[in-house]
């Protein structure tokens, strides 16, 4: 092949190796040129999702403060509440006990009057009065269990809501420094592969123009024939890197085309998350802004409506209290009655006793005085005269000793033994 020949076979072939490499250059340039953007879009939607999700997870983090304040508060009014319900069903539950004791307790037949229907110590009571005061129990301990109830569920629901929001919260763990990190790695390479497109395409053009330069000279004959070669030789070893560097273009193309994949990927996935985060953010924000004030009024109105319930059980309480008290006092006093009529009665019986006991001596010695002043009129009264003293002849004072004798009930052996019992007396 003559000399002429071959520059013309290396011209035409750098000329053709231009006109593929320009557009593959020029492509890459517009990679290069898009994936500078995408990475800088990128980097700002990226910041930004990372400021608002720790914005959101400090939200979170109170969101779950609050229920965990509302579950807290939950357990002690449960426990308080339960123990004051408890406290309450206990004195009530004294009071039925202390009712039962009446109940069964009857009056003994002395004391039975005719024409009444009381029969036992029960029938005493004002009967309308426990049923109202019972209704009263039942009534605040049904409002407090059901306001109580209330409060769980809201509590549950609360729970269920934070739960809702922290699984919807997006998660960024995979997209934090080291996605980023990643995304300009892609940047990086798609700067280097482009560096090196451009450092063959200049060469390319080097070798296009010396190949062009060749021949005009060859066309001159005016260069010495030992710097043509020199110049042939460089172009004839060049000749033979042109077809790689072509195949090199092409494949740094597709590696920055990879690359710049990857990072719009990055910049995508940025764009999507960021309308996600802000979308959520705003969700969360409504639900504290409402929902959630909603659920603190509930806490407010409970915590309002339990101390109302508490003060009235504590009254109750004391009222049931007293209500125990008096007719536990009721039953012992009407076993002490029953004692002190036992007692009145051996009293009664004392008195009368004595009573004779004077009369007897009263009439003996009335008796006495009596024989006394007739055996003096006998010896002395007719020699005396009548005027002297008109006294003389009268009979001695009686001296009047009255006793009213009262009706006294007479309780029957088992009667009185009940009440020796509950006095703890010995029998």
């Not at 939607?45 to 508060?73: C, K, M, P, R, T």
């Not at 409506?305 to 003060?311: L, P």
């Amino acid at each position: 092949m003559s000399q002429q020949h071959k520059l013309n076979e290396w011209f035409r072939e750098a000329k053709q190796s231009l006109s593929v490499a320009g557009p593959i250059c020029i492509e890459a340039n517009e990679l290069v040129v898009t994936s500078r953007k995408q990475i800088e879009e990128g980097t700002v939607l990226w910041a930004q999702v990372i400021f608002f999700h720790d914005a959101i997870e400090e939200q979170l983090g109170l969101l779950q403060n609050v229920q965990s304040s509302f579950e807290d508060y939950h357990r002690k009014s449960s426990r308080e509440f339960g123990d004051l319900v408890n406290q309450l069903a206990e004195s009530y539950q004294s009071l039925d006990d202390a009712l039962k004791m009446l109940d069964e307790t009857d009056l003994d037949p002395e004391l039975l009057k005719e024409g009444s229907d009381k029969r036992n110590l029960r029938s005493f009571v004002f009967e309308s009065g426990i049923d109202q005061l019972r209704g009263t129990v039942e009534d605040i301990i049904y409002k407090s269990k059901t306001s109580e109830k209330e409060l769980g569920e809201s509590v549950m629901n609360l729970a269920s809501e934070v739960l809702r929001l922290r699984k919807r919260m997006y998660s960024v763990k995979d997209i934090r420094k080291k996605s980023l990190e990643k995304a300009h790695g892609g940047t990086e390479e798609v700067a280097g592969h482009a560096h090196a497109m451009a450092e063959l395409l200049e060469s390319l053009t080097r070798h296009y123009d010396q190949c062009l330069k060749a021949i005009e000279l060859t066309d001159q004959n005016k260069v010495p024939k030992e710097e043509i070669g020199e110049l042939l030789q460089v172009l004839e070893n060049d000749s033979y890197e042109v077809e790689g560097a072509v195949n090199e273009l092409h494949s740094r193309r597709q590696s920055i085309e990879v690359s710049e994949r990857s990072v719009s990927e990055f910049c995508d996935k940025m764009g999507k998350m960021h309308i996600e985060v802000v979308n959520y953010f705003k969700e969360l924000d409504t639900f504290t802004s409402n929902e959630l004030r909603e659920y603190l009024k509930t806490l407010d109105g409970h915590s309002k409506d339990q101390s109302e319930y508490a003060t009235e059980i504590a009254k109750l309480v004391t009222e049931v209290n007293s209500l125990v008290d008096y007719y536990n006092l009721f039953y012992k006093s009407y076993h002490s009655m029953v004692l002190e009529i036992v007692r009145r009665s051996k009293a009664q019986a004392k008195m009368e006793s004595l009573v004779q006991t004077m009369l007897n001596t009263i009439n003996s010695a009335y008796n006495e005085e009596v024989e006394q002043r007739r055996t003096f009129l006998q010896e002395h009264g007719d020699f005396l005269p009548s005027d002297l003293w008109e006294g003389l002849t009268e009979s001695p004072g009686y001296p009047e000793i009255g006793f009213d004798k009262v009706d006294i009930p007479k309780p029957s052996e088992k009667t009185i033994q009940a009440a020796m019992k509950n006095a703890q007396l010995p029998l």
